[in-house]
Each structure stands twice: as C-alpha cells, then as structure tokens.
C-alpha cells in the first residue's frame, strides 16, 4: 500500500513487525496492567485478660507518650517476673489500635522463658518480614540488611510494634522502627536504659484493695465477699503479685467447694508456699529460678551474686544493707554494694533507699530454698554472725567512738568454732556514731537479726545468744 500509494517501500523494522503480527508471536502479547498488591494490616495482638485491675496511671501514662513524640517513641515497661508487664503492655497495645492503621506487631521474646532461648534478633525480623507480605525467599539472612528491610517496609504505615519479654537492649535494638509513624512497647524485667527515644515505667505490685479486686475476678466475687479477712490474708500471702494471685484463684476456681481459708491454710507454711503457688502452666518459683541460674553460671562475679542472695535470703529479714552484705560473704563493703547493684538490675532484690535494699516475699523464700540446698549450716551459722559482729562492732564504735577498735565474736556449735571480727567499722562508721546512727541501726535490726541466726532457739545456745 505504501509502494502503490506514496512510492516508498517499507523499512526492515516495519517488516519485521508485519510478519511478526501474521506469525502471532508471543512477545507482541502485552500482560493486563494490574493494582499494586494491597498492603498488609497485621493483628498479632493476643487477647487481653478479662480480670484486668489497676494500672490507670500506667495506662494514661504510655498512652499520653506514644502519642507525643515526633520520633518512633519507644516505651519500655520493667518490673519483676509476675508484675503483669505483659498484661500491661497488651492491654494498652489494643487500646492504642486505631490510633495504628498499619497494624500491631507482637513478638514474646522469650527473654523470661525458662524452658526457652531468647529469640535472636535475625529471627524475629523473619517473622515480622513475612507478616507484613515479604516472600519468605525475599527475607534476608543477614541481620543488617534484615533490618533495613524491615524498617523500610514499615516506614509510614503507622504500626505498633510490641516487644515481649525482652532479656537485654541488644535483643531489641535492630527491631525498633525508624519512622515516627511507629511506636513501640518493650517489656523486660531489667530497664533498659540505654535504648534511643525511650521513655521506662516502673510496672510495680498491686495495691491491697486491687489485689483483692484481682482475686475477685479470678474466683467469683461472691466468695470473696462471703470471707474478706481471708481473701486479704491470701493476697497478703501472695505478696500482691498479680501473678500469684491468678495462680490461686485459678486453683480455687477449680475447687468450688473449698473455702478461701483452706488456701490460706495450705500457703501459711512458708516451705511450701511456693510449691502451692502452681497451677496448670502457670507457677511463680520458675521466673525466679531463671535468673538465679543465669548468675549461679555466669562466672565468679555472677557466682558470688548468687551466694549472697542465698545468704540473704537465710537471714530471714525483709531488707539488708551493703555493709550487712558485706559482713555475710566477708568482703568489702563496696564489693557487696555493687553485689547488691547487680542483684537490683536481676530483680532479685529492690534498693528502697540509698544502701538499703529489700526482697519480696516470695523472692526471699526461693532464696531460702537455695540456701538450705546450697550452703552447709556451719556456712550460714558463719555469715550471719559474721553480721552480728559488725554490729558489735558499731555498738562498740557508739560507746569508744574509736574507728580503730573491732570486736571479736567466737561461738562453738557443733564441734565447731565460729569466728567472726568486725573489720568494716571504719572512720565513717565511727563518726555516724556520733550522732546517734549506729544506735538507730542496732535498734532497728539486732531483734530480727538474731531470731535469724540458725539455732538461734536451741537451749545449749542460750548463753551466746543473750550476750549477743
């Protein structure tokens, strides 16, 4: 047509393509345009407790800065095992969902696991990879790029990312968005106070009136109400630890026909009471156990943390003070003050003020367990009279008011002598004596120190013990 028309003959290419168009080749068939894939609305949560008590300050709190920050605001919620920091952390998580049209990420990091390792960060990037659309063949092996991918696949969807359990910063770190569209909620025991733009909440105990309110919830408010002084004796025994008080009001809502004073009863004795405070899956003495272990094999330092929380858990008192602790293992005080330190980051005991620290109930009670597991009598007899000689010692420094003087405390039990030699009354003790210090000290602690002193009951003791 062109030749007979306009005189000109075809080029090659237009040819080309004649013949391909009679040939019906197949790279002449376009594909149909198709919509981009629809993103992902990833709903990870689980659900929430229905006895859920408390924490209207937390809850307003978290909420108030998630929703504050110009940057991906990271809130990290620490507290003991059995606080209710997951509890916490999901409540709060389905309440923020609509202010997240992207979605929630939840992981549990198995960080207070004891049956568990902690996940690594390279396979928790995995999982949240694949949850937002990535092809598991797309998702990179390496923790770097992993990393890069995941926040870029995020980056401007507005989703909240829930971190459970976490052991350490590091396990978190690589998993923390980059945009602030995000948020992000971590629980841990320790508080992680090195991780960027976060803000901590202390997640504490319950109060008494929640505390029975929990118990209510758990096992039917009309049995709560049917034995008050109980239900508060329970709760009381269960030191207000929400985990605790689910455990026996799981156990009493299977035993309908048992009074709430037949497990007060069963958790009076204080040998037991952590063996009663176990229910289907759940049990208190396994999240204390997992960080004893964690210290009792994590070389000499971790080891010598461990002994001194058995060592205090054998002294029986409900606080302990660096210069007892020191007097209990036979090093110096500041030794034991930064034992004590490490003791605090593990949640095994709680500094209540400056050099002095306390240790929850149950806390103390799996202590005494490892004592009597782990320490010889004579051992223990030892360090606590260890103790009571610094004691001496200071009455001493109050009546000389000399910091070179020290007492010497010799006992025989059994066949054995014990000796124990005030070495840590220093100037400064000395001085505080002056003022009337060492006296408040005495005053305040020789009554329970020594019912803590093992045979401290015992006749053929007597003598020694009244001196004391």
Known sequence: MLADQLGIDPSPSLEALYRDILDHRPHLVGEPQRPPPARIVVRGLPPTV???VGRRAEVDAVCGWLGGSATSPVVALHGPGGAGK???????????ADRYPGGTLYVDLQGADADLPPLRPIDVLGRFLRALGVPGGAVPS????ATVAYRSEIAGRGVLVVLDNAR???QVRALLPADGSCGVVVTSRRMLATLPNGRHLAVGLLSPTEAVELLAGECGADRVAAEPDAAERLVELCGMLPLAIRIVGARLASRPGWP????VERLADPGLRLSELEFDDLSVRPSIALTYAALSDGGARGQLCARAFRLIGGTRLPTVTARAVAALLGEPPALAESVLERLADERLVEPREPGVYGIHDLVRLYAVERAEESEDLPSRCEALLSRAAVHLGLADHAAAR?????GTVAVRIGDRYLRAVARQAQGRIARAAGDRSAASVLKAEARELLGSVPGYREPQYADYFGRL
Do not use: N
């Open 168 to 170: 350490d910063a590091a």
């Open 142 to 145: 390496d923790v770097g790029e």
């Open 402 to 406: 000399d910091a070179d003087e020290a």
């Open 86 to 96: 997951s509890a916490l952390a999901v409540r709060i998580a389905h309440q923020l």
């Open 260 to 263: 709430v004073a037949r497990l």
């Open 50 to 52: 229905d006895t859920f």
